[in-house]
């Protein structure tokens, strides 16, 4: 391993560069060696509204102080897009607990599938909605957030490229067309909690191409491990996103684009952590081995003086190069959320869970 390409902090990027026809070359050189050397960075000046963005943080302490009744109409286990409501401490990371709670929302979308189809088709729907009674505006809100980010990330993925020396359409092979695409978000708190155990969410790589997550609050918690293991804080910046690489992008790229092992420690002091992950879907049908990217002779040096993880407390996503990414995110899914599988995917689930099931989903 390579010390001297060892990150200690989070790089921030100026979105605002790329525009800009002298100062993209800079920028695409950043953010190459953000993506090759940390597989996370901040984001700053991106064109997603700060007044949505305003609005959106202001209704999030209402929807978690909804009615516990309102909250169950509408959880996970009614969807077989697994989109819905899930309660305080539902997951487990290696074997301990996640201390959040969560909804889960999507882009707007028509579920694809029809009788006939692979079964992993009926993963992307639409989403639960709390009672529009109860939080007057919030899917306004929330759907016009996700539109921009939505769109934010493809123009990223385009930068990649660049930035990889394949094109401004060097990634665009991996994605359907607009009307067959959803991507993925949650809303997430985080409470204080008493007690030995300070795992959020515990250590784990996000499995798509790429994660766009809004800290809403002004707390620390989330942390990215470097090459040598040692855990690097990554607090609120306003106005910024935090974007990570996902374990499908690092494949396709051959290890280029680095995927970091992450955690979130449960907040202190007396006031919850809230944030708001976005995670950019790939085709439900693409396989990863069926699309080879070729690299110059310079990039792939790049990737060879980072050198390799010497540690890490998380663990890889093992299906990429024998399924389909939708029949990859299903897995994920069931594992995480029996309960939904058992009600919705019930052949998949036994051959998950061939003895059934008892406790909290575990995906990683």
Request: proline letters at 7%.
């Amino acid at each position: 391993m390579s010390q001297e390409v060892d990150f200690s902090a989070v790089p921030v990027l100026d979105y605002s560069l790329s525009n800009d026809a002298n100062d993209k070359p800079k920028f695409l050189s950043q953010l190459r060696h953000a993506l090759i050397n940390v597989g996370f960075l901040y984001l700053s000046n991106h064109p997603v509204a700060q007044a949505d963005i305003d609005l959106l943080v202001s209704y999030i302490p209402k929807l978690f102080t909804l009615p516990q009744e309102a909250k169950d109409k509408i959880r996970m286990v009614n969807s077989e897009h697994f989109l819905g409501y899930s309660r305080f401490g539902a997951e487990l990371t290696k074997g301990a607990v996640d201390q959040r709670e969560q909804f889960d929302f999507a882009t707007r979308h028509i579920c694809r599938w029809k009788e006939g189809d692979p079964e992993h088709y009926k993963l992307w729907g639409p989403p639960q909605w709390p009672d529009e009674k109860l939080i007057p505006g919030f899917r306004e809100v929330l759907e016009r957030y996700l539109d921009q980010v939505q769109d934010l990330s493809m123009r990223f993925s385009s930068l990649i490229a660049e930035a990889f020396g394949l094109g401004p359409d060097g990634l665009s092979q991996f994605y359907d067309t607009p009307e067959l695409m959803q991507h993925r978000s949650k809303i997430v708190k985080y409470p204080v909690v008493s007690g030995s155990s300070d795992q959020g969410v515990g250590p784990h790589y996000d499995a798509g191409f790429l994660t766009f997550l809004l800290q809403a609050s002004n707390h620390r918690g989330l942390q990215v491990q470097n090459l040598s293991g040692e855990w690097i804080d990554a607090p609120p910046i306003p106005n910024t996103f935090v974007v990570n690489i996902g374990k499908a992008l690092e494949f396709v790229t051959k290890g280029i684009a680095r995927a970091t092992s992450h955690r979130v420690l449960s907040p202190k002091g007396e006031t919850p952590r809230y944030s708001v992950p976005f995670f950019q879907n790939i085709g439900l049908d693409v396989r990863l081995t069926d699309h080879v990217l070729n690299f110059s002779p310079e990039i792939l040096a790049l990737r060879d003086k980072r050198g390799y993880v010497a540690a890490t407390d998380s663990v890889n996503f093992s299906e990429f190069d024998r399924e389909p990414s939708g029949k990859v995110n299903l897995i994920g899914r069931v594992k995480s959320h029996p309960d939904v599988g058992e009600r919705h995917y019930p052949k998949l689930f036994r051959q998950i869970f061939p003895d059934g099931f008892s406790g909290k989903g575990s995906a990683y």
